[in-house]
């Protein structure tokens, strides 16, 4: 963001799967010094939202083609927090991560790590670990973190198939042009996160 402001004096931003709740993580004073506008791109869904000074929503599917919706010129960044593990299956990983990798300018994506023993969504250990089969017996027994007690099984295999953790090396191949960064907690890495800086201005 400051690299980008020293040249343009506003900084554009494409967060893909983002809140508002998130972003007010940031001192506000930062996102107006910095002029910092931010786009948040999310499925359709029940969510009630309301723009604000830096902020604004859209919908859509960051999967299918992007570049088709919103110009590349409309943007300088894309930041992405957790997303890219509940899109789907592998072949929606490789096109969400295509639209990013696409992308001219510079971006930010972060994932949980599948090896931290700590399952990031139910804050279970060694959750992520077991049998399809037995994590969806779980999930019809208990609530398990942030996710519900399933109703019947179809509701629990949703539950569980919502969540697919990447490894080190499945995140590398999407993101083959970025700097690979791991968030550690003691001697284990919680996440990765891809960073390529927007060079071009």
Not at 102 to 130: A, D, K, M
Not at 141 to 161: Q, R, T
Request: charged share 25%; with cysteine; glycine share 4%.
């Amino acid at each position: 963001i400051r690299d980008v402001y020293e040249f343009k004096g506003h900084v554009t931003i494409l967060d893909i799967g983002g809140t508002s709740t998130y972003w007010d993580l940031v001192d506000d004073s930062f996102l107006r010094d910095f002029n910092v506008k931010i786009t948040l791109l999310n499925l359709p869904g029940k969510e009630s939202f309301q723009d604000s000074r830096h902020i604004v929503h859209h919908f859509g599917d960051a999967t299918e083609a992007l570049w088709e919706t919103y110009k590349q010129s409309e943007f300088d960044l894309i930041h992405s927090n957790s997303v890219i593990e509940h899109v789907g299956d592998w072949e929606k990983m490789k096109k969400f991560a295509l639209n990013i990798t696409s992308f001219r300018g510079g971006y930010f994506v972060q994932t949980p790590n599948f090896w931290f023993p700590i399952e990031p969504h139910c804050l279970t250990l060694f959750f992520h670990w077991l049998p399809k089969p037995l994590k969806i017996f779980w999930v019809q027994k208990m609530a398990l973190g942030h996710w519900p007690k399933a109703s019947d099984v179809s509701e629990a295999v949703n539950i569980v198939d919502s969540a697919r953790l990447l490894d080190k090396h499945q995140f590398k191949f999407l993101f083959k042009d970025a700097e690979l960064i791991r968030e550690k907690i003691l001697i284990f890495t919680k996440s990765f996160i891809a960073v390529k800086r927007k060079k071009d201005f």
